[in-house]
């Protein structure tokens, strides 16, 4: 109606959008390749998400990971253990658009890998 006021005669107008940040869902942590994903719509698993961002790292405790989701306007959490859903002991909960998926890093793992990447193996007891 606006552009029918001023600008055009009876104009016919049609918006489209093109994308959508709630249509993502958002994996990051101790995975190997963090960032937003396209969610299929409720037809998600956590175990497909963590595969779609290059499953978890070395370092990864895939007995913690978190999911972040905003229901009624507040942000709620929910733990899991990837562990056991792999095992089939428990049942791979669906992930919605705009869910954020964290997977915990194990920091003493990450510190012992980057003091042994930092040494050459064969030249740590090379004599002087």
Request: hydrophobic share 40%.
């Amino acid at each position: 109606r606006k552009f029918g006021e001023k600008y055009l005669e009876n104009p016919d107008i049609s918006v489209g959008i093109k994308e959508s940040a709630r249509r993502n869902i958002t994996v990051d942590g101790a995975v190997k390749n963090a960032g937003a994903y396209p969610a299929a719509g409720g037809q998600t698993t956590l175990m497909q998400a963590v595969a779609l961002a290059g499953g978890v790292t070395e370092d990864a405790n895939a007995r913690r990971i978190a999911v972040f989701r905003t229901i009624g306007g507040q942000r709620q959490a929910a733990a899991f253990d990837l562990v056991s859903i792999r095992r089939g002991e428990v049942t791979d909960p669906k992930i919605y658009p705009g869910d954020i998926i964290v997977v915990d890093g194990n920091s003493v793992k990450a510190a012992y890998r980057q003091i042994l990447n930092s040494f050459p193996m064969l030249s740590i007891f090379r004599p002087f």
